[in-house]
C-alpha cells in the first residue's frame, strides 16, 4: 500500500499558488488536493474548473478532486478537460450513486467516493468493488482550520476490514483537521492518503510537507 500526503490548496496563499504548490511537490506530496465546493452541498463556495485549468502542466502531482458539490454527475467531464485525474464525489450529494461512479469510469479518471461524519461506514459497502479509493471526511465539510472528529477513526477502521474482507485494494483517504500530531491515529486506524490543507500551508509548507513525508515513510 502507498502512504501519500495530499496538501488541500484551500488553505495556500493565492496570490503565491504557484509557488506554495511546487514547494510541497518538491517535498513529497505526490497528491494535490483540490476542494471544488458549490454553496449547496456545503454552505460555502471555493473554486472550480479554471483554476485548476490554470495549474495543470506546472506539477506532477495527482490532481486529487474532491466534489463538495450536488449532483456532481454534471460536472465529471468538464474537470476531466480541466486536468484532474482522481474524482471523489459525496455519496449524500448523488441521486444516483452507482451511475456517477460510473460517468467517472468512463471518463478514463479514478474514482472516490466520500462520505459525511453523520453518514456510517456500512453506507460505502455496495461501491467497495467500484471505486478506487474512500474518503473518510474528519470533519463536516465545507471549511479548513476544523477540529478533527475522533469518531471517525472507529469509521476508517470499519471501512479497512471491509476492504480486507473482500480482498480488495481500496485507498482510504482521510480529510479535515489532520496535522502533525494526530497524523498517526489515522494512519494506525487505517488511512493512508492524507489531505492536509492548514498544517501543510499554514506555516513553511516546505518543512510542513516535509515533516508530514518523515512519518509517512514509517509506514
Ligand atoms: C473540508 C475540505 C478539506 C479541508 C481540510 O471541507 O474538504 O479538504 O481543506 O482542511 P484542514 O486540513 O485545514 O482541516
Ligand atoms: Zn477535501
Redesign the pocket.
Known amino acids: 500500500m502507498d502512504y501519500i500526503l495530499a496538501p ?1 490548496i ?2 495556500a496563499d493565492f496570490k503565491e499558488l504557484g509557488r506554495e504548490i511546487k514547494k510541497t511537490e518538491q517535498h513529497g506530496a505526490a497528491y494535490l ?1 483540490f ?1 471544488v ?1 458549490d454553496g449547496m452541498f ?1 454552505p460555502s463556495i471555493s473554486f472550480g474548473m479554471p483554476v485548476l485549468a490554470s495549474i495543470q502542466g506546472l506539477t506532477g502531482q495527482v490532481m486529487d478532486v ?1 466534489l ?1 458539490v450536488q449532483e456532481p454527475i454534471r460536472y465529471i467531464e468538464d474537470f476531466k478537460k480541466a486536468g484532474a485525474d482522481l474524482v471523489t464525489i459525496h455519496l449524500e450529494a448523488c441521486e444516483d450513486v452507482k451511475a456517477t461512479i460510473e460517468k467517472i469510469h468512463s471518463c478514463g479518471l479514478k474514482t472516490g467516493l466520500s462520505i459525511c461524519p453523520e453518514t456510517e461506514a456500512l453506507a460505502v459497502e455496495p461501491y467497495l468493488k467500484d471505486v478506487d479509493m474512500i474518503l473518510v ?3 463536516h ?6 477540529k478533527f472528529i475522533p469518531e471517525s477513526l472507529d469509521k476508517i477502521r470499519s471501512i479497512r476490514q471491509m476492504i480486507e474482507e473482500q480482498g480488495l485494494s481500496v485507498d482510504i483517504e482521510v ?4 496535522y502533525l500530531t494526530n497524523v498517526r491515529q489515522v494512519l494506525d486506524a487505517g488511512a493512508n492518503v492524507i ?5 501543510v500551508f499554514g506555516g513553511d509548507p516546505e518543512k510542513n510537507t516535509s515533516d508530514f513525508m518523515e512519518i509517512l515513510r514509517e509506514y
Open positions: 488541500s484551500l488553505a488536493h476542494d465546493m456545503v474532491h463538495m471526511m474528519g470533519v465539510p465545507g471549511f479548513g482550520g476544523q480529510d479535515g483537521g489532520i489531505v492536509a490543507g492548514s498544517a
